[in-house]
């Protein structure tokens, strides 16, 4: 029997407009700064999150600095991750309807996203859907496809009583079936070879 959902937050809950980060950036580096680290940003992101287990502000600042030559401080760490709470939203079409759903049945509700806690928990109260979840479990805790992190997001359950919702298949789907979750792959803007629903509501059906 299934008692919890746990589900990834950025391209399955919610939708962000993350352009703002430049213009923090861009407000606190030199220009000259601001065009060598702003070109290697995201890849740099991504290549901390296949290293390290979690994010760490010191680890993270130290980490940027070391690969772009630019010093980037830990409190500008901590200001991005206070300043992305204001990034404009969508909600993801057929998500409340999914969750006010789950609860019905009495199925419990987690996120469990890579990025910092209190980032994801302001963007959820911003737009109203904090109350929908037991636990938002951030990057700075775990960092997704950690086992340890799927069974933290878990308890006191048993992976076989929960259930993992995600858009990344290799950090949401194979790391939670990697810990014994069941998956639900949800593929909403391309077809992809592997099982996967495109609209939110098919959850209805399936639970």
């Known amino acids: 029997m299934v008692k919890r959902f746990i589900w990834d937050l950025d391209g399955t809950i919610l939708d962000g407009d993350f352009s703002i980060e430049e213009k923090l950036f861009k407000e606190n580096l030199s220009e000259e ?9 995201l890849n740099l992101l991504g290549a901390y999150e296949r290293k390290y ?4 502000r010191k ?7 070391v690969n772009t030559g630019v010093h980037i401080s830990s ?19 057929g998500a409340i309807e999914v969750l006010d759903y789950l609860n019905e049945l009495g199925i419990e ?8 806690t209190k980032t994801q928990v302001g963007r ?15 990057a700075d805790y775990y960092m997704k496809p950690s086992i340890e992190g799927f069974l933290s997001a878990c308890w006191p359950y048993k992976p076989s009583e929960c259930v993992m919702v995600g858009d ?5 789907i194979l790391g939670a079936r990697n810990a014994g979750l069941e998956t639900i792959y949800y593929s909403p803007k391309k077809d992809v070879n592997v099982p996967h ?4 509501v098919k959850i209805k059906e399936m639970y």
């Open 33 to 41: 700064d601001y065009t060598k680290f702003i070109s290697k940003w």
């Open 59 to 65: 680890m993270l600042s130290n980490f940027l600095s």
């Open 168 to 172: 990344n298949y290799d950090k949401d």
């Open 75 to 93: 409190e500008l760490i901590d200001e991005w991750s206070n300043y992305m709470i204001n990034v404009n939203e969508v909600i993801h079409p």
């Open 124 to 138: 959820l109260k911003k737009v109203g859907l904090d109350s929908y979840f037991e636990e938002i479990i951030g």
């Open 53 to 56: 287990p979690k994010y760490d």
């Open 197 to 200: 629903i495109k609209r939110l």
């Open 109 to 116: 509700n987690v996120i469990y996203s890579n990025a910092f």
